[in-house]
């Protein structure tokens, strides 16, 4: 098992069942949560669907070891304090046979620049430019000094395909990706089918043909592993793990996660832009008691976004604490009378327990006095709304680390005030001076302090509810040879992946 402390322990280096076997055909088979919602355009998050199916590279990665390095770029250099030089890789061609060159790669990120709404981690409002200096060297140029710049380029989203894939202002990434496993068939949101790479750049591939599912209901991804529909069951709920364990020819593949549980507060509507409203909700739940019911005892309650074991959360934070009696006091200050406030809450089927958590939350707030209407539906049906800002309250799972390896992307985007996430409408000048003031600032420690203390800003106005700091948890057959979790969940195909 992975755990949390050695995943973030890496970043400290880089910069600073028993049916399993009968899955169809003889394929490799693998039941996965998201399907892709955007036509794979890279600015989305289908961009990590293509990565995770091993057809998406990027110029650099983030390993599982968590550690930054080489993909299609072999190396980088800073070569002024804006600008970052990367050198491709000799030899690498498109699945289509086109060579990959610096003019494709620069055009490709070009593309992701031009959209309409560009990637949280990368967007004209963080890269002021990318262009071909040579037939091998990508040169891209920030507003401000930034030594994040490598750890933008292992982001899904600045994925490399081939010139052949931008067409009519739509991607096909059916063989024009670089990646050990070529596209062959995209059945909608139903599923997807691949086959090796022959001609991989980073050597043999073992799986012959792979089948992935997109099956959004976590307990029918637990059961299709466990009945042997299925050779890898992707995030399988907490509940589900005890019987998964004790199932004959299963495994289970544990990994703490920079993944946070949060309730998104719209601090934008009266009257939750009221501090006080806010932790009032906070002090409201008992997290501690969420944990342990919800989740099982499988996950640690909240000290903010942060995990403890982080180096740039908070030292000695705790969970906000449970205090009904000070949550009612507040909203009496804040003019609020009980029953007065009643809120909307949003949670999506595709996160298991985020039904069951709602229930409690809408439990905790009517005992302060705040009634909780609850929505539960498909993201993509929720997903309007709250981008739009047409929502009170709504959970989210949300990695601080996969835009970015490093917490000030998550910072910027989540609560800056021009942020490209900022789904919370959160604005706070001093709180943008302070993450400014870091971004080209090389000593990872200095960093760290500053993330900390912004973390800590954070949980004290209680911009959101920061609910469980989340685990991941796959099942797989005994018969799969070299499955592993990535710690931002960018990788699941890989050439090493194996069947008996």
């Given at each position: 098992m992975i755990t949390r402390a050695g995943f973030v322990a890496a970043f400290l280096s880089t910069l600073g069942v028993a049916g399993a076997a009968s899955a169809q055909g003889g394929k490799f088979v693998i039941a996965e949560?998201?399907?892709?919602?955007?036509?794979?355009?890279?600015?989305?998050?289908?961009?990590?669907?293509?990565?995770?199916?091993?057809?998406?590279?990027?110029?650099?990665?983030?390993?599982?070891?968590?550690?930054?390095k080489p993909a299609l770029?072999?190396?980088?250099?800073?070569?002024?304090?804006?600008?970052?030089?990367?050198?491709?890789?000799?030899?690498?061609?498109?699945?289509?046979?086109?060579?990959?060159?610096?003019?494709?790669?620069?055009?490709?990120?070009n593309a992701v620049l031009k959209v309409t709404a560009p990637a949280r981690a990368f967007s004209p409002k963080l890269i002021k430019s990318v262009e071909a200096i040579n037939e091998d060297t990508v040169r891209v140029t920030t507003p401000v000094a930034s030594v994040l710049t490598p750890l933008r380029l292992a982001a899904a989203n600045t994925g490399i395909l081939s010139p052949a894939a931008y067409k009519d202002g739509k991607i096909d990434p059916v063989g024009t990706c670089t990646g050990p496993f070529v596209i062959t068939r995209v059945?909608?949101?139903?599923?997807?089918?691949l086959k090796?790479?022959?001609?991989?750049?980073?050597?043999?591939?073992?799986?012959?043909?792979?089948?992935?599912?997109?099956?959004?209901?976590?307990?029918?991804?637990?059961?299709?592993?466990?009945?042997?529909?299925?050779h890898v069951g992707a995030a399988v709920p907490a509940s589900t793990l005890a019987t998964l364990k004790s199932t004959a020819g299963l495994k289970i593949e544990s990994i703490a996660t920079p993944r946070t549980s949060t309730l998104l507060i719209n601090t934008k509507k009266a009257p939750l832009d009221n501090p006080k409203v806010r932790q009032a909700l906070q002090m409201a739940l008992d997290l501690q008691g969420i944990a342990a019911s919800v989740y099982e005892g499988s996950v640690q309650p909240a000290i903010g976004p942060f995990a403890p074991a982080e180096p740039w959360a908070p030292k000695g934070a705790k969970p906000a604490a449970y205090d009904p009696k000070k949550a009612q006091a507040l909203l009496a200050e804040a003019?609020?009378?009980?029953?007065?406030?009643?809120l909307d809450l949003f949670a999506y089927v595709e996160k298991i327990?985020?039904?069951?958590?709602?229930?409690?939350?809408?439990?905790?707030?009517?005992?302060?006095?705040?009634?909780?209407?609850?929505?539960?539906?498909?993201?993509?049906?929720?997903?309007?709304?709250?981008l739009a800002g047409k929502y009170d309250l709504a959970l989210l799972s949300r990695s601080h680390?996969?835009?970015?390896?490093?917490?000030?992307?998550?910072?910027?985007?989540?609560?800056?005030?021009?942020?490209?996430?900022?789904?919370?409408?959160?604005?706070?000048?001093k709180f943008d001076e302070k993450l400014a003031k870091v971004a080209g600032e090389a000593d990872p420690a200095k960093r760290y302090v500053v993330y900390s203390e912004l973390a800590q800003d954070l949980q004290n106005d209680a911009v959101n509810i920061f609910v469980i700091?989340?685990?991941?948890?796959?099942?797989?057959?005994?018969?799969?040879?070299?499955?592993?979790?990535?710690?931002?969940?960018?990788?699941?195909?890989?050439?090493?992946?194996?069947?008996e």
């Open positions: 949560n998201f399907p892709p919602r955007a036509g794979f355009a890279l600015e989305t998050d289908d961009a990590n669907v293509l990565s995770k199916a091993g057809c998406l590279e990027m110029l650099t990665r983030i390993d599982f070891d968590g550690k930054l770029a072999t190396s980088w250099t800073q070569t002024a304090p804006d600008a970052w030089d990367f050198t491709l890789r000799k030899g690498v061609s498109f699945q289509d046979g086109q060579a990959l060159t610096a003019a494709s790669a620069a055009a490709a990120l059945n909608g949101q139903q599923g997807m089918s090796r790479n022959d001609k991989y750049w980073g050597g043999a591939v073992k799986l012959a043909e792979v089948e992935i599912k997109f099956i959004p209901d976590a307990n029918v991804r637990a059961t299709q592993v466990r009945t042997g529909e299925a003019g609020i009378k009980p029953g007065s406030l009643t327990e985020f039904k069951d958590l709602a229930a409690i939350l809408q439990d905790q707030f009517n005992a302060i006095g705040v009634k909780a209407n609850i929505r539960v539906a498909e993201y993509k049906a929720l997903e309007p709304d709250i680390m996969v835009d970015v390896a490093d917490p000030a992307g998550y910072l910027q985007s989540d609560y800056g005030c021009g942020g490209g996430y900022n789904l919370s409408h959160y604005c706070n000048a700091h989340e685990a991941g948890n796959d099942a797989y057959s005994a018969k799969v040879r070299n499955y592993k979790i990535h710690p931002l969940y960018q990788y699941t195909l890989t050439p090493e992946l194996a069947l």
